[in-house]
C-alpha cells in the first residue's frame, strides 16, 4: 500500500501537510488561510472538496488559523482534542462535522489510519500524528517542547519522519525577541532546537526510517544550514547513513513518498532463512 506526504506550508507563516494513502486523503493542520490552503491544494493535483478530514494539532493559529473557514467552505471534517475544539473557540461556529480524538486514539478512514499522541507544548491539549497505510507509517509532530517518551515510542516503528526543528539555543538567545518569549521557547513546553532533533535521530529513530523532513524552522532563530547540518550530524554518529533528510521551506515541499523500508526488511528476513 503507498503512503505519500506532501508539505503545503511550515512555520510561524502556517503549517499544513497533505497526507494520501489508503485509498484516503487527508490534512494535517490548518494553519494557512482557507483561500491560500485551496490553492495549494489545488497545485497539489488535490481537489480541496475532496479531503477526507483536516487533524488539527492544537490551536495555535500557525495550525488552526485556517481550519475553521476551510471546513465550512469545502464541507471537509475536522478531527481534534476536546482542548483544542474550546480553546479555538470553534464551539460557538456552525461546522459540517466535527470529531472529537483523544490522545491514544486512532481514526480510520477507509485504509488510512491517523494515530493522536499527546505532545509536551503550551496549548490546551496538543498532538502529534502518527498516519499509517497497511505497513507503512509517517510520524508527523510539529510543535512540542521535549521529547517526551510516547512521541519517542509512537515514532520508532514510523517509515518516515517529520519533525520541527525550530531554534538554534545560541541564535534564539542572542536573537531579537523578548526574555519571556525566549524563555517560553526554550523551555519544556515550547519548540525543540536543533539539537533536541538530534537526540531523535541519533538515539529514537526506528530502524525502518529512511526520510526524515526537517519542519517548523524560525526564520529569525535558525538558519536552515544549521538544522541540516545537526540532523546529518546526528545520523552519522548513529551510522545511518541510509537516512535522507530533508528541509520543508515555508511554501512546503514536493510529494514525498514513504517506503516501505519494514517489509522490505521482512522479505530480506525471509530469504535470510532460506539460505
Ligand atoms: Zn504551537
Ligand atoms: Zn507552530
Not at 131 to 159: K, N, P
Not at 243 to 252: C, F, K, Y
Request: aromatic share 6%; hydrophobic share 45%; proline share 5%.
Amino acid at each position: 500500500m503507498t503512503l505519500r506526504f506532501r508539505v503545503l506550508g511550515s512555520g510561524s507563516g502556517g503549517n499544513a501537510t497533505l497526507v494520501e494513502g489508503g485509498g484516503a486523503l487527508v490534512l494535517l493542520d490548518a494553519g494557512l488561510g482557507p483561500r491560500q490552503l485551496a490553492e495549494r491544494l489545488q497545485s497539489a493535483g488535490v481537489d480541496p472538496g475532496a479531503l477526507d478530514a483536516v487533524f488539527v494539532s492544537h490551536e495555535h493559529g500557525d495550525h488552526a488559523r485556517g481550519a475553521l473557514a476551510f471546513s465550512v467552505k469545502w464541507g471537509v471534517p475536522l478531527a481534534l482534542t476536546r482542548g483544542t475544539f474550546r480553546a479555538a473557540g470553534f464551539a460557538a461556529a456552525k461546522l459540517p462535522a466535527c470529531e472529537e480524538i483523544a490522545p491514544g486514539e486512532t481514526r480510520t478512514i477507509r485504509k488510512l489510519a491517523v494515530r493522536a499522541v499527546a505532545v509536551p507544548h503550551d496549548a490546551a491539549s496538543p498532538l502529534a500524528f502518527v498516519v499509517s497505510a497497511g505497513a507503512v507509517s509517517f510520524g508527523h509532530a510539529t510543535d512540542l517542547g521535549h521529547l517526551s517518551r510516547g512521541l519517542v515510542d509512537a515514532f520508532r516503528r514510523c517509515d518516515a519522519v517529520l519533525v520541527e526543528s525550530n531554534y538554534d539555543p545560541a541564535m534564539l538567545r542572542d536573537g531579537p525577541y523578548p526574555w519571556s518569549l525566549k524563555e517560553r521557547i526554550l523551555g519544556p513546553f515550547g519548540h525543540l532546537s536543533n539539537g533536541d532533533v538530534g537526540r531523535l535521530l541519533e538515539k529514537g529513530l526506528g530502524e525502518t526510517c529512511r526520510q526524515v523532513v526537517l519542519a517548523h524552522l524560525s526564520r529569525k532563530n535558525n538558519h536552515p544550514e544549521l538544522a541540516l547540518q545537526a540532523a546529518e550530524e546526528a545520523l552519522g554518529r548513529a551510522g545511518r547513513r541510509e537516512v535522507e533528510v530533508a528541509l520543508a521551506a515555508p511554501e512546503g515541499t514536493g510529494w514525498i513518498a514513504v517506503r516501505a523500508s519494514r517489509a522490505v526488511a521482512r522479505r530480506r528476513d525471509g530469504q535470510m532463512r532460506l539460505f
